[in-house]
């Protein structure tokens, strides 16, 4: 591929330490899941592997496996939906599941060497995990196998895009319920609800563990939660981009006033223009309807707009305005150029969508190097 995704080791470091600093270095989880959400599963550890890493977050079984073949020794929580066939699996490689129905519960329990396990309850999320009603009767069946786990946790449905947390709150409640009937049999599991945007701006949901996703790359949840916590402590937090995303000019060429620019003629130039074609399209993950807004790209630290759709593994864009432009001039798609910066939400916006959506569909085998 032509085009690269430079991982900030410094900044990754420096918002890792941000929330040891918000939550206590033991209570943070560094969640890599979805390939680090883009920035690359390996580079990412290997940037964090110098940090006193006490817990690491994953989304299946086999990016655990990945992470222990990198060397990782300390506790794994595998997040997403566990399954069956991949208990003992979990158990050989010492990550922690999360169990969120009776199916895999059982087989859990049926296992003679029993890895440590993580009893998630669904407070409003109506995805993964026992209802709170349910409590008593998981606990009644841990008892009956004289076990015991290891932590209990939930996950909220709606912190990021309000600022009022009255759903949150009521999440909160029904979470202490279910907690409850485990206090109440004598257990003393660890409690864990928050992510990037609840351990920002809601207090109560810290517990015992945080599992911080996309701020660890240094990308506010949403607007509003930099809103909420702006709000909440008359600063902002500072959370340090992580990744960038270059290219290079592969072809520069003159198009006439009046000729067409790309597939179905959606663009015609209204007068004579310089176009230089990049090596990116939505094969890489630069989101074809991203095309259709007023997005750009930086070259020689000037915006340049994209014009035409955009191609499978190319795109076009207008650079009459330059002095000069060459083909293997740099371009930058995500990240500062001179004075100028294309953040992911502004590339997320420009495709209606979010930047966990955008970062975590960069095509995974372009090179992802540590700067």
């Known amino acids: 591929m032509l085009s690269r995704l430079e991982i900030d080791a410094g900044a990754l470091r420096h918002n890792y330490r941000l929330f040891c600093g918000i939550a206590g270095a033991q209570r943070v989880c560094a969640v890599l899941k979805a390939n680090a959400y883009g920035h690359g599963l390996a580079a ?7 940090e006193q890493l006490h817990w690491l977050g994953v989304n299946y079984v086999d990016e655990a496996r990945q992470l222990r073949d990198l060397g990782y020794g300390g506790r794994l929580l595998v997040v997403g939906p566990a399954v069956e066939r991949e208990v003992a699996r979990a158990a050989q490689l010492k990550a922690e599941l999360v169990i969120g129905n009776f199916v895999v519960l059982q087989a859990w329990l049926a296992l003679g060497q029993r890895g440590p396990v993580h009893i998630k309850f669904d407070t409003g999320m109506s995805r993964q995990g026992f209802l709170p009603r349910e409590a008593p009767a998981v606990v009644a069946l841990l008892r009956q196998h004289q076990a ?72 506010w949840p949403s ?14 937090l500072d959370l340090q981009p992580v990744l960038s995303w270059r290219t290079e000019v592969t072809t520069v060429k003159p198009v006439i006033s009046g000729e067409y620019i790309g597939y179905g003629c959606t663009y015609r130039a209204i007068r004579d223009m310089r176009i ?7 094969y890489e993950g630069f989101p074809r309807i991203a095309g259709e807004a007023a997005s750009f790209v930086l070259i020689r630290g000037e915006r340049c707009p994209v014009v035409g759709r955009i191609c499978m593994n190319m795109m076009m864009v207008d650079t009459t305005h330059l002095a000069a432009v060459e083909v293997g001039d740099q371009v930058t798609l995500i990240g500062k150029d001179g004075k100028d910066v294309i953040a992911a939400h502004d590339l997320a916006g420009w495709a ?3 930047p966990y959506e955008l970062l975590s569909r960069l095509h995974q085998d372009m090179p992802r190097t540590l700067v």
């Open 44 to 50: 990412s550890y290997q940037a964090l592997a110098s």
């Open 148 to 219: 015991a786990v290891t932590g209990v946790c939930t996950h909220f449905a709606n912190v990021e895009d309000v600022t009022d947390q009255t759903y949150s709150l009521h999440q909160l409640s029904l979470f202490e319920q279910a907690a409850k009937a485990f206090t109440d049999a004598g257990m003393a599991p660890m409690l864990h609800a928050a992510s990037s945007a609840s351990a920002l701006i809601m207090d109560a949901s810290r517990f015992d563990m945080v599992r911080i996703g996309m701020s660890l790359y240094g990308v």
């Open 223 to 236: 607007p509003l939660t930099r809103v909420s916590y702006l709000q909440l402590h008359a600063g902002v």
């Open 276 to 282: 230089a074609v990049l090596p990116v399209g939505y």
């Open 352 to 354: 209606r969508s979010i």
